[in-house]
């Protein structure tokens, strides 16, 4: 365009509506694996040690075993069918119903697309095509409830670094962590009504993805966010204290992590004659290795192994249209004066 056609008529600007989860590996063959783990350990929001301490570590020890011990649990609970991750099935799920919902409501002049901060399709490769179809203004949306550095804060950056990358840079708008969100409790506890029946366990075990406890003692509000979602849920069951149970799972490395351990607590539980209990992750919006291998497998065999009889695990809020609506409602939160 020469500054002349500057004077023509603009096609009118849209806002782009760009949802955000971390990422899963393109194969469970050693090479993707290699890659997407490589990228995912590499992020100094992950792991915070010096490159030249943990880079010789990563590239040298991990890089060479894990792809392998990781590539196995993946194509336990691999989408065959579309050949890819249940975390990217999932993902994609969730970002057709918000685009159904977000057209209905502002019709065309939204665009609603998903990126993931590591592999594909890149925060990067989404943010260019959003503003190549005429977004000028993006709200973005990492899908965790509760922040974490290792999570939410890196997707922003990624989605700092790709505004780097464009000459004419939209506006952008980063919503909240949604860990104490009205909506987001009830989706919770309707989706724990709904799988137990109504029924109270003795023991429900809201399992959530650790992180280093360092992190938290340096200022990382995760923990704080995860006990206050677990208070929540219990109130909004009208349950009284002790049912519930916050622990922490998925540990990595040789640092002390948030505890307790959820594979060491439901085995301990088994022991105390908690034999019936149910586990939520309310901290994945969308079910993953984490938790479909993690928690449905390796955890559930620590429960049965230590005496444990009846474990029910509760899915994760997925593409529940309760959970689009509480996506809505927090893309309506932050959409204000756009559409
Ligand atoms: C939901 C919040 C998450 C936090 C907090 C988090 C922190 C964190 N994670 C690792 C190491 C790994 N995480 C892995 C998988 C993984 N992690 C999350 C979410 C959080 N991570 C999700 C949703 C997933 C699943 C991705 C999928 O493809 O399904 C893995 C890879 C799995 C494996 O190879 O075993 C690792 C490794 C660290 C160190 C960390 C620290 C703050
Ligand atoms: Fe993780
Ligand atoms: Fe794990």
Redesign the pocket.
């Known amino acids: 365009m020469t500054p002349a056609d500057a004077r023509s008529p603009q096609p009118q600007a849209k806002t782009g509506i760009l949802i955000a989860?971390?990422?899963?590996?393109d194969g469970y063959d050693y090479w993707s694996?290699r890659r997407?783990?490589n990228e995912?350990?590499s992020d100094k929001?992950?792991?915070d040690y010096p490159a030249w301490k943990w880079q010789p570590l990563l590239q040298g020890i991990i890089l060479t075993k894990?792809?392998f011990?990781?590539?196995a649990?993946?194509k336990l609970?691999w989408n065959e069918e579309l050949n890819e991750?249940?975390?990217?099935t999932i993902t994609r799920s969730q970002t057709e119903a918000l685009r159904a919902r977000a057209h209905a409501e502002w019709g065309d002049r939204v665009m609603v697309d998903f990126c993931m901060r590591y592999g594909n399709p890149s925060t990067d490769e989404v943010l260019d095509r959003m503003v190549q179809a005429g977004c000028r203004r993006i709200v973005f949306l990492p899908l965790?409830?509760?922040y974490?550095?290792?999570?939410s804060a890196t997707a922003n950056d990624q989605l700092f670094r790709a505004l780097m990358q464009q000459k004419w840079q939209p506006s952008v708008r980063t919503c909240d962590p949604y860990f104490n969100r009205e909506d987001y409790i009830a989706a919770l506890a309707a989706s724990v009504e709904r799988k137990l029946e109504g029924r109270k366990p003795p023991k429900l075990v809201a399992s959530?993805?650790?992180?280093?406890r360092r992190?938290a003692d340096e200022g990382d509000p995760?923990y704080r966010h995860c006990r206050m979602t677990s208070d929540l849920l219990q109130r909004r069951l009208g349950w009284e204290d002790g049912i519930i149970d916050t622990t922490f799972q998925?540990v990595?490395?040789s640092e002390e992590?948030l505890r307790p351990y959820t594979v060491e607590h439901v085995a301990e539980l088994a022991r105390q004659g908690y034999t019936d209990i149910a586990v939520i992750s309310p901290?994945?919006?969308?079910?993953?290795?984490?938790?479909?291998?993690?928690i449905n497998g390796e955890i559930r065999e620590s429960f049965e192994h230590a005496g444990g009889k009846e474990f029910t695990y509760i899915p994760c809020l997925n593409d529940d249209p309760a959970h689009v609506e509480v996506m809505l409602n927090v893309i309506r939160d932050n959409i204000g004066g756009w559409v």
Do not use: K
């Open positions: 989860n971390l990422g899963t590996p694996m997407y783990l995912f350990l929001r992950v792991i894990r792809p011990t990781s590539g649990n993946y609970i991750s249940p975390l990217m965790y409830p509760q974490a550095g290792a999570t959530y993805h650790g992180m280093p992190y995760y998925s990595f490395g992590w901290a994945f919006a969308a079910d993953c290795i984490e938790t479909l291998e993690e």
